[in-house]
Each structure stands twice: as C-alpha cells, then as structure tokens.
C-alpha cells in the first residue's frame, strides 16, 4: 500500500471469488496444533457454507492420523487432499505429508516438498489463497513454532480478507500466533474454541454495498462522513489520503466496517471519532508493508548489471554513493540494493563510501527495518550463498551483518509533503506511485526527478511509468523499468501545501457542522467581510519567517515574485527581481535588528507587460508570543507626489539607498547562501551520524541481550555437564566394581587365559597365563603372535583366527612343556552386536584328573577285588572285580556301604567271622597293627568261596585303609582234595 509497499499489491479480484461464492478458511498450525485444531472445529456448525483447509508442518516419515483424530471433533467430512481435488464447501481439506499445496481457481494442487531446504508451506497457501479468493479469504493462524503464516497473512489483509490468530497465552507454542500479530494487521486474537463462533460471524453478514467515491455523486452526508474520515487519519499520523486512489482507500474502509460490524459511513467516522484504536487498524490497513528481498528477482539482477555496476565503476574511492529509497516499508528493498552494491565493490574490488537513506511514512515501519531482524520466511527470497555471507542467525531469525546495516540510514519521510533528498545516484521507488491519484503521481515523480544527481539511475515498479517525464530520461530497460536522467529541472513552487491548508480548513468547517446544523454561522460571514477589506485597501505584502522565507502572500504577487532556474527555494532574495532585491534585504535586515517599521526611496521597476512602475517598498517586524519575530515586506505603489519623510508611512522613517553598497549586499548574500548551504550539509551529517550511533546502539544492546542470553545458556550447560559428570562418576565406580570383581574370579579360578580382539592383539590376560605365554602387563595392544608359549600346539593361531571368523566355540586337550596337560577352550567374544568380534581362550589344566582316571584304569585291571574304606569302615572307592562280584552276588558292597557289615547276613560272614574282621579292622585303623591279612569263608548264591583279604592303612592326610580280597576258591578246595 502507499508509501510502505515495495513490491506490487494482490490482485483485487473485485471481492469475489472466481468460480466460487463462498469462503474459504485456511487454518495453519504446526508444534501444538492438534488441540488447538480440535478446539476450533469443535466450535463449528456442520453446514456453515465455508470450506475449510488445514496446513499443518507434518513429518514426511510417518503417517498422519490427522483425518481421524478431527473427524472425532466435527461432523463435517475430513478428506486428505489429493492433486487437482475440487474445493467444496462444509468439509475439512487436510495436507497430505511431504507436499506443498496452493489454490488454483476452485481445485487444491499439491507439489513435492524440498527435503533439505526451508519449506513454508502456511505462507505458500496463504498467498496463493489472497490471489484467487480476494475477500472471501479467512485466514487462522494458530499454535506453532517459528513465523510461517505471516507474509501470507499480510496477503490476505492486503486482499481484503479476514485474518484471526489464536491467543498466544491459549498456545503450547506462541511463536507463529505472536509474529502474525505483531504485524498490527489481525482482527481477531482469540482463544481456539472462540475463533469458530467468530469466522460464523464473518461469513453471516450480508455483502455490503460498495461505497463510491465522490466524483460518481455520492450524497452530501456521506461526502461529510467520509471527508471526516480522511482528516482525523491526517490528523492521527500527517497523511493526507486524499492523495490516493479512491477505490483502493474505499475498499479498505469497507473491509474495517465489516470487521467491526459497522452499518454505513457516518456510524463508521463516528466510531474512528472514539476509537483511537480502530483509527490506528485503520491507518495500518491503508499502509500495508508488502515487500520482500529482491522482489522481482529479474528486475534486481538488471538493475546490478546495469545501473549499480556502472555508479561503482565511475566512482572515485574518495567519492560517496548516495542512494534513496521512499516508501522503503520493512527494509527488504533497501537491504537488497544494499546487498547488491557490496557484492559490485567486491567484484570491482573498489570500496567507495556508500550512503543508502531508507524512507518510509510509516514510524513502525522505520523502528523495524532499523533492527534488521527478520523471520525464517526469508529463506524462500534470499539464497542460501547470500543468508550465509550477509546475515547471521539468531534463534528463529536472521539478523543482517553490521557491514550492510551501517550503511543504511532509516528514516519517517513522507513523500508527498516532506522536501526530497537531493544528490542521489540512484532513487528505488518501486511499486508506490500506482496507489496516488494522476496529480500526486506526477508530484512524487517531479520530487524524484529533483533528487537525482545528473546522470543518475531511477528504478520504478513493474507497473508504473514516467508519464510527462519521458523527455527528462533515457531508458535503460524497459522490462525491469530502470531509467537515467537526461536533464536536471528544477523543481517548480510546490503550491501543494497551500491547497492542502485549504483543504484542511474546508474539513475542519465541515466537521464543525453536523447533519442537523449546515448553515452558515455568523462568524464565517464576517470572515469573508475581512478578506474583501484585505484585498480592497491593503498593500500586497509577504510575511517572512526570521530567515526571510517566503510563508505567506497578501494579495495578488504576481508582478513582484519571480521564479527563476536552478534550484527551488522560498529564499526572498531568488524571488524578487533584481530591481528590488537588495533593496528589500536591506530593509529586512535592520527592521530584524532594530524592530522599527522602515520604507525605501521611491523605485522603479519594468512590468511584464512594458510599463513602469513606482512603488515602495516598507518592511515591518510582526511580533510573535513564542518564537522569533516574523517580517512583513509590502509593496506601495506611488500614485500621488510625496514630500521625503511624509507620506502614506507617516512616522515611518524612509532609508537613503545611497548609503547602502549594493555590491556589499550582494556579497553578504552570497556568503550567507554558502553558509546556509554549508549548515544545512552539517546538519545532514550530523542527522546521519546520529543515526548511525543509534543503530550502533541498538546493536550494542542486542549483543548484550545476546550476551546475558548465552551466560545463562552456559549456565544451564554447566548444570548438565555437572548430572552428566555425577552419572559418569557413578558409572566408573560401577566398571571398577566389575573389573575388581573379575580379577578376583580369574585368581580364585586360577585359569589361564588370555583376551585378543579381532586382529589378535592382546587386550587382557589372568596371571596364569603368563605361565604359558611369555608376556608382561606392558604387552598388551601387541599381537598373540608375538609371543612364545610352552604349548605343543602349532595350530593355536590359526584356530583364534577360526574361532573369530566362524564365531562358533572349540575346545581340545592339548600338552604342553612343562609336561601338563590342559583342556583349550576357544569362545568367540563381542562387545556389541553387529560389531567386530574378538576371541577369548582359556586353558584348564586337567592334568590330576588325568592321572586320577589312569589310577581307576589300573585298579579296574587287576582281578583282585580293591576297596578303598575311610576310618568309619565306609567303602569310597572298589574297582570293577569288586563291583562285578558285589554284582552278582547280590551284595550291597557298593560305594558308600560299609565293610564288613555289607558282606554280613544270612548269606555272607557268620557272626562271629565278622566280628573277629571288625576287631582287626579297628586295631588297623587305630595302629595297633602294621597290616592284617587272614582267610575267611563267604557264602554266596553259587556256594561257599574262600578268600585270602589283606588289609593296609593308607599314608595320607585323610586316613582310611586299602582291603584287598583274593579269591581262593579253586586252590582251597584243590588243597582239600590233596
């Protein structure tokens, strides 16, 4: 919009959709959406006649149960859109995940979403939405993270739409509802729940009538109304709408009254009367910031290539660039140019100081370029080459860099009123004059033209032209609409303020005087009696301010004043002919210094038409309460013969000319041009140092802010660096618990063994091990293969290499030379799954068991029946001729039996045998006797056998006795034969 805007409007669509007559309600959400989406359908009727999409930030890899979970708080229908799906009115249109979606007339298009850049799918929708629905766009900005959703919603305000946010206290994350408030541009800030109800409210109210401007003969009571519309938005902020195109400025005022259910104009302009708050959404809604970073990316690279390129290469190191750029809204544009003049000094490799004044009418505006933080939406407008060398991030923002910042000067200028800047090598006005009316274009160009340099650049919009000033420039390119002046004109008398006063007063009159009371009072009749009398008998005069600026004309001035080339000024001294001129300086100066009213000798001067005139010329001090005294220089013409000091002055004393040199006059007054030249160059530096050390500022408190931010960031690492600390600590004593633990085990096991990883480098061993392997605590890291071993066993390497490859266990007895003989097991060993294993080897020595086995072997060789008893008679050990006879003979003369009393019985020992064998048995065990040895009879199942036992302690720690039974059956009976 007007003087904020530096890219091209929406399209107004006429405040209809194109193929449709219904609203569309795009609601956008991302982190904690869900509940708020489910509050506001849950608000909702089932037919409200509104269609209804909803942009959510959805995981590519998962599927979406969004459809489901909304279909539990709605009985609308929920569907997933599909490409090319028709809009229809009453059901919920849901993004599908990894696509991003725009509108296209009445049907939904879906495009893959970029894996690895920035994707702001809110905006994108947004957008595409304010073009093709015009006023029949809602948009709802609800829970989320970031700022996706406010460059789209400043579309749909532009495009007439309605635009609500949820409250921010109501979100689980308020950063998307807080920055599409911040644009000042809502009109409703509601909890979810509530945003359902008021979209109803919106869509119920019946189209209102469109409200024509005043040339198509509106009444006189809505001309009064909306005359009084447009002072008190002059009066709120110094802007003069009357400048700007009517049907634009009326189809803003009718967008307000619907949103504030506002029945006509004159309801309207009283509620704006009242309502210092509605005056102010108002004057943001005329003074919308559409722009963005290289909007138009063609008409940027034209304008690098042409225009900047050439300032930088004809311009000295010691020579200033100056840029200027009105209506700069936000700062994009003039960040951009910014940017691109850094980038030609670095390909020129010239670096001349550059100056860029950024101008705009609205303060706000002024107050956040001036910051130059700017959201994520960026991303989508500047490349990724340019956000790294020109910006650096900062949370969710981009903060431009201190090299392009310093350059810039923001500033609250207003185009139409303001005076221009001048010097400029090359103004941007893009995209601004298309909102003015045909005269206020044609003065803002004239004021451009004005300040350019010679040879300079102007870079207008797309849709805007020259006009009358063709002949002034040369183009370019047309395309991208760059010009360059031709001819420097001076700027004519700017009569604009006068018909604004004029203008003002007429407002002011009006709105005195209401629909009931429209007659004229008596005091404006006797206003009108005093300008007849002024005009009738009072000198044509000029009132001067104190440094003889031209501020206001009494009477008809058109024989005196005269405008010559060059530069535009209210000076008196470049206005009047250089008949009077000195003379009336003269006059002026000692009537400021004394305050004494003087009058000149009699003048001549040659008219316009031939004649001649004389006149007088008579200076007056015009006192003031405040502030300094004001001139006024009228002008007498001589129409009777007057005596010197008596006249039409009276008491006026007339000053002798001749005392006066007017070469001296003209020499102070050209020292006094370059001294209110050189002060007003001072003033200027001073304003922009000024600036420069308020941004120095600024920046200073953000990094201080960015500071304290970063110390309790550090902080509150360093509290977690202290948990995770305590956690490792209690680990570690954990490890040292477990390796303690398997060093303890390994030497009570007195096993040898030995750890190797997965290239056989020795990574732990048991002390035994250093028995059979010559290796020492420092050799671990080496290779198995380093070291020598005792055992007989070539193949040892090669199968810790299987063990490892094939992770399957093996084991083996194998000897070694020191004449032992151990059992090698073999177990693959891994840390982790999925990770290289290693191998761990243990060597058992199995050399006793051994022996002891071979003992058993020996023992079961003898045909003697051997049994090995403890000091309580009970049998420990038999070889197997003991075991085959206890066997079949059914005698309980196993292990763990006793002896004698197991061969007892009614088949065995008699009585008293046994007793005689108990008795010898005890004496032997007691050491009463060396050995025993007798012959005994036992009766068995085949008949009686005859033994020959012999009996002999046992020399060892645990005591006992071996009992050795022969028997002697055969030769005993053989003797009997004998």
């Given at each position: 919009?007007?003087?904020?805007?530096?890219?091209?409007?929406?399209?107004?669509?006429?405040?209809?959709?194109?193929?449709?007559?219904?609203?569309?309600?795009?609601?956008?959400?991302?982190?904690?959406?869900?509940?708020?989406?489910?509050?506001?359908?849950?608000?909702?009727?089932?037919?409200?006649?509104?269609?209804?999409?909803?942009?959510?930030?959805?995981?590519?890899?998962?599927?979406?149960?969004?459809?489901?979970?909304?279909?539990?708080?709605?009985?609308?229908?929920?569907?997933?859109?599909?490409?090319?799906?028709?809009?229809?009115?009453?059901?919920?249109?849901?993004?599908?995940?990894?696509?991003?979606?725009?509108?296209?007339?009445?049907?939904?298009?879906?495009?893959?979403?970029?894996?690895?850049?920035?994707?702001?799918?809110?905006?994108?929708?947004?957008?595409?939405?304010?073009?093709?629905?015009?006023?029949?766009?809602?948009?709802?900005?609800?829970?989320?993270?970031?700022?996706?959703?406010?460059?789209?919603?400043?579309?749909?305000?532009?495009?007439?739409?309605?635009?609500?946010?949820?409250?921010?206290?109501?979100?689980?994350?308020?950063?998307?509802?807080?920055?599409?408030?911040?644009?000042?541009?809502?009109?409703?800030?509601?909890?979810?729940?509530?945003?359902?109800?008021?979209?109803?409210?919106?869509?119920?109210?019946?189209?209102?009538?469109?409200?024509?401007?005043?040339?198509?003969?509106?009444?006189?009571?809505?001309?009064?109304?909306?005359?009084?519309?447009?002072?008190?938005?002059?009066?709120?902020?110094?802007?003069?709408?009357?400048?700007?195109?009517?049907?634009?400025?009326?189809?803003?005022?009718?967008?307000?009254?619907?949103?504030?259910?506002?029945?006509?104009?004159?309801?309207?302009?009283?509620?704006?009367?009242?309502?210092?708050?509605?005056?102010?959404?108002?004057?943001?809604?005329?003074?919308?910031?559409?722009?963005?970073?290289?909007?138009?990316?063609?008409?940027?690279?034209?304008?690098?290539?042409?225009?900047?390129?050439?300032?930088?290469?004809?311009?000295?190191?010691?020579?200033?660039?100056?840029?200027?750029?009105?209506?700069?809204?936000?700062?994009?544009?003039?960040?951009?140019?910014?940017?691109?003049?850094?980038?030609?000094?670095?390909?020129?490799?010239?670096?001349?100081?550059?100056?860029?004044?950024?101008?705009?009418?609205?303060?706000?505006?002024?107050?956040?370029?001036?910051?130059?933080?700017?959201?994520?939406?960026?991303?989508?407008?500047?490349?990724?080459?340019?956000?790294?060398?020109?910006?650096?991030?900062?949370?969710?923002?981009?903060?431009?860099?201190?090299?392009?910042?310093?350059?810039?000067?923001?500033?609250?200028?207003?185009?139409?009123?303001?005076?221009?800047?001048?010097?400029?090598?090359?103004?941007?006005?893009?995209?601004?004059?298309?909102?003015?009316?045909?005269?206020?274009?044609?003065?803002?160009?004239?004021?451009?033209?004005?300040?350019?340099?010679?040879?300079?650049?102007?870079?207008?919009?797309?849709?805007?032209?020259?006009?009358?000033?063709?002949?002034?420039?040369?183009?370019?390119?047309?395309?991208?609409?760059?010009?360059?002046?031709?001819?420097?004109?001076?700027?004519?008398?700017?009569?604009?303020?006068?018909?604004?006063?004029?203008?003002?007063?007429?407002?002011?009159?009006?709105?005195?005087?209401?629909?009931?009371?429209?007659?004229?009072?008596?005091?404006?009749?006797?206003?009108?009696?005093?300008?007849?009398?002024?005009?009738?008998?009072a000198p044509t005069s000029l009132l001067l301010n104190a440094?003889?600026?031209?501020?206001?004309?009494?009477?008809?001035?058109?024989?005196?004043?005269?405008?010559?080339?060059?530069?535009?000024?209210?000076?008196?001294?470049?206005?009047?002919?250089?008949?009077?001129?000195?003379?009336?300086?003269?006059?002026?100066?000692?009537?400021?210094?004394?305050?004494?009213?003087?009058?000149?000798?009699?003048?001549?001067?040659?008219?316009?038409?031939g004649t001649t005139e004389r006149l007088r010329l008579v200076?007056?001090?015009?006192?003031?309460?405040?502030?300094?005294?004001?001139?006024?220089?009228?002008?007498?013409?001589?129409?009777?013969?007057?005596?010197?000091?008596?006249?039409?002055?009276?008491?006026?004393?007339?000053?002798?000319?001749?005392?006066?040199?007017?070469?001296?006059?003209?020499?102070?007054?050209?020292?006094?041009?370059?001294?209110?030249?050189?002060?007003?160059?001072?003033?200027?530096?001073?304003?922009?140092?000024?600036?420069?050390?308020?941004?120095?500022?600024?920046?200073?408190?953000?990094?201080?802010?960015?500071?304290?931010?970063?110390?309790?960031?550090?902080?509150?690492?360093?509290?977690?660096?202290?948990?995770?600390?305590?956690?490792?600590?209690?680990?570690?004593?954990?490890?040292?618990?477990?390796?303690?633990?398997?060093?303890?085990?390994?030497?009570?096991?007195?096993?040898?063994?030995?750890?190797?990883?997965?290239?056989?480098?020795?990574?732990?061993?048991?002390?035994?091990?250093?028995?059979?392997?010559?290796?020492?605590?420092?050799?671990?890291?080496?290779?198995?293969?380093?070291?020598?071993?005792?055992?007989?066993?070539?193949?040892?390497?090669?199968?810790?290499?299987?063990?490892?490859?094939?992770?399957?266990?093996?084991?083996?007895?194998?000897?070694?030379?020191?004449?032992?003989?151990?059992?090698?097991?073999?177990?693959?060993?891994?840390?982790?799954?999925?990770?290289?294993?290693?191998?761990?080897?243990?060597?058992?020595?199995?050399?006793?068991?051994?022996?002891?086995?071979?003992?058993?072997?020996?023992?079961?060789?003898?045909?003697?029946?051997?049994?090995?008893?403890?000091?309580?008679?009970?049998?420990?050990?038999?070889?197997?001729?003991?075991?085959?006879?206890?066997?079949?003979?059914?005698?309980?003369?196993?292990?763990?039996?006793?002896?004698?009393?197991?061969?007892?019985?009614?088949?065995?020992?008699?009585?008293?045998?046994?007793?005689?064998?108990?008795?010898?048995?005890?004496?032997?065990?007691?050491?009463?006797?060396?050995?025993?040895?007798?012959?005994?009879?036992?009766?068995?199942?085949?008949?009686?056998?005859?033994?020959?036992?012999?009996?002999?302690?046992?020399?060892?720690?645990d005591g006992g006795m071996v009992v050795s039974q022969v028997?002697?059956?055969?030769?005993?009976?053989?003797?009997?034969?004998?």
């Open positions: 919009m007007p003087d904020t805007s530096t890219g091209a409007s929406l399209p107004y669509t006429d405040g209809t959709a194109p193929d449709a007559k219904f609203y569309l309600v795009a609601i956008g959400a991302s982190a904690g959406g869900l509940d708020a989406l489910e509050r506001f359908f849950h608000g909702l009727p089932a037919r409200s006649g509104a269609a209804y999409v909803v942009i959510q930030h959805l995981s590519p890899d998962h599927k979406s149960m969004m459809g489901n979970l909304l279909g539990r708080h709605t009985s609308m229908p929920v569907v997933t859109v599909e490409d090319g799906m028709e809009i229809k009115p009453d059901r919920v249109h849901l993004i599908p995940p990894a696509s991003v979606m725009s509108v296209s007339r009445n049907q939904l298009r879906l495009s893959p979403k970029n894996p690895r850049g920035l994707t702001l799918p809110i905006d994108l929708f947004f957008t595409a939405l304010a073009r093709e629905f015009g006023k029949y766009a809602i948009g709802v900005v609800l829970s989320g993270t970031g700022s996706d959703g406010t460059r789209g919603a400043v579309a749909i305000n532009d495009a007439g739409g309605l635009l609500l946010a949820q409250e921010p206290e109501s979100a689980k994350f308020d950063g998307m509802p807080r920055s599409v408030i911040a644009t000042g541009l809502v009109d409703g800030i509601l909890p979810p729940e509530e945003l359902g109800p008021r979209v109803m409210d919106h869509i119920s109210q019946a189209p209102r009538p469109r409200i024509r401007p005043a040339e198509d003969g509106i009444a006189t009571e809505r001309q009064s109304a909306l005359e009084e519309v447009m002072h008190l938005l002059q009066h709120q902020g110094g802007i003069d709408f009357r400048d700007y195109k009517p049907a634009t400025v009326m189809r803003r005022i009718e967008r307000r009254m619907q949103v504030r259910h506002v029945p006509d104009l004159d309801n309207y302009a009283r509620l704006l009367e009242g309502d210092r708050i509605e005056l102010n959404a108002l004057r943001r809604e005329l003074l919308i910031p559409v722009t963005s970073f290289f909007r138009d990316p063609v008409a940027f690279e034209v304008l690098a290539q042409t225009a900047i390129d050439t300032i930088v290469k004809d311009r000295g190191e010691n020579q200033p660039i100056r840029i200027w750029v009105p209506g700069a809204s936000t700062g994009e544009e003039a960040y951009s140019i910014a940017i691109l003049f850094a980038e030609a000094c670095t390909r020129a490799r010239r670096w001349p100081p550059l100056k860029l004044f950024a101008t705009d009418v609205e303060q706000h505006n002024v107050d956040f370029g001036s910051a130059g933080v700017f959201s994520e939406a960026i991303t989508t407008e500047v490349s990724p080459e340019r956000l790294e060398q020109w910006f650096y991030k900062r949370g969710n923002h981009f903060v431009i860099k201190n090299e392009i910042r310093q350059n810039i000067v923001f500033a609250r200028h207003n185009l139409l009123s303001d005076p221009p800047f001048t010097r400029m090598d090359l103004v941007s006005c893009r995209n601004l004059l298309i909102y003015f009316r045909t005269e206020a274009q044609e003065r803002a160009l004239r004021r451009l033209q004005y300040a350019l340099a010679p040879a300079s650049f102007l870079f207008l919009g797309t849709s805007e032209t020259l006009a009358q000033l063709q002949t002034d420039f040369t183009t370019v390119n047309s395309k991208a609409k760059v010009f360059r002046i031709l001819r420097h004109v001076a700027l004519p008398l700017d009569t604009g303020a006068a018909h604004l006063t004029r203008l003002a007063g007429a407002a002011t009159l009006q709105r005195r005087h209401t629909a009931r009371d429209r007659h004229i009072t008596d005091a404006a009749a006797i206003e009108a009696g005093e300008s007849v009398l002024l005009r009738s008998y440094n003889q600026e031209l501020m206001h004309v009494f009477g008809d001035v058109s024989h005196y004043l005269r405008i010559g080339e060059g530069a535009v000024t209210l000076e008196l001294a470049k206005l009047l002919p250089p008949a009077l001129a000195p003379v009336a300086q003269a006059l002026l100066h000692k009537t400021a210094r004394g305050h004494e009213p003087l009058r000149s000798d009699l003048l001549s001067m040659q008219l316009p038409d200076a007056r001090s015009v006192a003031l309460e405040q502030g300094d005294p004001h001139l006024l220089l009228s002008f007498e013409p001589d129409a009777t013969p007057l005596d010197d000091g008596v006249g039409v002055g009276g008491a006026i004393e007339t000053m002798n000319m001749d005392k006066e040199h007017a070469e001296r006059v003209q020499t102070l007054e050209r020292e006094l041009a370059a001294t209110r030249e050189s002060l007003q160059a001072t003033i200027e530096e001073l304003e922009t140092a000024n600036e420069e050390l308020q941004a120095t500022n600024e920046e200073l408190m953000a990094s201080n802010e960015e500071l304290q931010s970063s110390n309790e960031e550090l902080q509150s690492v360093n509290e977690e660096l202290y948990t995770v600390n305590a956690e490792n600590q209690e680990k570690i004593e954990i490890l040292n618990r477990l390796n303690a633990d398997l060093d303890n085990m390994a030497k009570a096991a007195a096993i040898a063994t030995v750890f190797v990883d997965s290239n056989l480098l020795l990574t732990r061993f048991t002390p035994e091990a250093t028995g059979l392997f010559k290796i020492r605590d420092g050799d671990l890291g080496r290779s198995i293969e380093d070291f020598t071993n005792l055992l007989d066993y070539p193949e040892f390497v090669a199968e810790l290499k299987r063990t490892i490859a094939e992770g399957e266990m093996s084991q083996r007895e194998i000897r070694a030379a020191n004449g032992r003989l151990y059992l090698l097991r073999m177990l693959p060993y891994a840390v982790r799954e999925h990770e290289a294993r290693g191998a761990v080897a243990t060597f058992v020595d199995v050399t006793v068991l051994r022996d002891a086995e071979r003992m058993q072997a020996v023992l079961d060789s003898l045909p003697e029946h051997v049994a090995l008893l403890d000091d309580d008679g009970e049998i420990q050990l038999i070889n197997r001729a003991w075991r085959e006879f206890a066997g079949s003979h059914h005698a309980p003369g196993g292990v763990g039996s006793r002896y004698p009393e197991a061969w007892a019985g009614h088949a065995g020992f008699d009585a008293r045998q046994e007793s005689d064998l108990r008795a010898a048995l005890d004496a032997l065990i007691c050491g009463e006797r060396d050995a025993l040895s007798m012959i005994y009879a036992y009766l068995g199942d085949d008949g009686k056998h005859w033994f020959a036992m012999h009996a002999a302690p046992i020399v060892h720690g028997d002697i059956t055969p030769w005993y009976k053989s003797g009997e034969r004998d």
